[in-house]
């Protein structure tokens, strides 16, 4: 069984975007067109068994009718007993619409169940996730910058033939040995930024007036880290939310698997047959046979289970259904704090869009956030989702 990834939400760009969109929009065709076959079925029967009801009332009434203006004992007694008859035969007929109810809900249940594993493949594709996040990390990272690295190269120079002289530089360079830092990478947050920019607040001090395009060098240099460091704090707030969001959907998962293990046993079908015939399958008819079989199985199991059980069968399939009406408002609202977080990238980068110094990069990942959500909303409509959960089931 395939894991949510809630990171891979990212995936969405380029030609996986388009597969993904292509897969879910087939695959949604495919379950709306079993779910359709299970209404359909279900209102052809409940037409009959209604008619049958209405007659059986019309017989019951003209049967009272009759035993009223009947003065013959023998044909009163006779009238009772079709009368009887008739009141068994409509009782008969109101568990039978009662039973169809039951086997179409959870029929319902079992379909939209099995559709979720594929319903929510968009959010695993992990291939393009990084390139996302790692133009987030270049942004939040002033090595990335015109001009830093040079900078940088002679400001550590500095603070390393001066560390034995000033105390706050003999930190700097101990904290930036600490961290791993290196030509490619600056740290900017964290404890030792504080050190960071005291360090180059004394190095722009030491350079003297006369060399004044260093002066105005490191003035630009220290600006630019101070505002990188802004964004990367800002950043990890944005995903420090992102993190919660994914601790919330692997526990779904969890609940997922455990939901579709139990109700694969109880059509008498194993996980490892799930996910070759249906997980795995690439053609489309052979995933709808399947989704079919499945439906079949699920009411045949609601049938055994009030055959074997006449006076409590109901609560078994009840609990069942709730499940999954639960998951899946569950995942609706996930995919709708989804959709919120990827606004809080917008919001991050409206902030720093029109800066002199990092606004280019900024406007670079506002074209890639924008393709994400544009893909997002359209392979995903968490209210629509939500809705439909929420009325998934006919209430007899």
């Not at 030491?206 to 880290?225: C, D, Y």
């Not at 950043?235 to 993190?243: F, I, M, R, S, T």
């Not at 109880?266 to 079919?292: C, G, M, N, P």
């Not at 109901?314 to 999954?324: G, L, N, Q, T």
Request: aromatic letters at 10%; a neutral charge.
């Amino acid at each position: 069984m395939k894991k949510i990834i809630l990171t891979s939400l990212l995936a969405f760009a380029g030609a996986n975007a388009v597969w993904a969109q292509s897969e879910a929009g087939n695959d949604k065709e495919l379950k709306e067109r079993v779910l359709e076959e299970i209404r359909t079925n279900l209102d052809e029967r409940s037409k009959v068994l209604d008619a049958n009801i209405n007659k059986l009332d019309a017989r019951v009434s003209a049967l009272d009718q009759s035993i009223n203006e009947s003065k013959d004992a023998k044909e009163k007694a006779d009238k009772l007993f079709q009368r009887v008859q008739a009141l068994e035969d409509k009782q008969k007929a109101v568990e039978e619409n009662e039973l169809n109810i039951y086997q179409a809900n959870f029929q319902s249940a079992v379909v939209n169940l099995a559709s979720m594993e594929r319903e929510i493949k968009p959010l695993v594709l992990f291939n393009t996730t990084h390139e996302f996040y790692n133009q987030l990390n270049e942004a939040a990272n002033p090595m990335n910058y015109a001009g830093f690295r040079d900078w940088f190269t002679g400001f550590h120079d500095y603070v390393k033939k001066n560390k034995n002289q000033e105390s706050t530089l003999a930190m700097s360079s101990n904290l930036l040995l600490f961290s791993g830092a290196t030509t490619q990478y600056v740290p900017v947050v964290g404890p030792i930024s504080s050190v960071l920019f005291a360090s180059m607040s004394t190095y722009l001090t030491s350079i003297g007036k006369k060399n004044k395009a260093l002066r105005e060098q490191s003035e630009k240099m220290m600006s630019l880290t101070m505002k990188v460091s802004q964004f990367a704090y800002d950043k990890g707030a944005v995903e420090q939310e992102w993190k919660l969001i994914t601790a919330e959907l692997q526990s779904l998962q969890q609940v997922y698997q455990k939901a579709l293990g139990g109700d694969l046993a109880a059509v008498k079908i194993s996980t490892a047959d799930f996910d070759q015939q249906f997980s795995r399958e690439s053609d489309a008819e052979k995933r709808y046979q399947y989704l079919s079989d499945l439906r079949r199985r699920a009411g045949d199991y609601v049938a055994a289970v009030k055959a074997a059980n006449p006076k409590d069968w109901k609560a078994d399939i009840y609990y069942r259904m709730m499940d999954v009406q639960s998951l899946k408002i569950r995942f609706g609202q996930l995919t709708f704090r989804i959709s919120e977080h990827i606004v809080r990238y917008a919001d991050l980068f409206d902030k720093y869009r029109n800066d002199d110094q990092i606004g280019a990069r900024i406007t670079n990942l506002e074209s890639r956030l924008n393709t994400l959500k544009e893909t997002f909303d359209k392979a995903f409509d968490p209210l629509d989702y939500i809705n439909s959960a929420s009325r998934m089931y006919k209430v007899g």
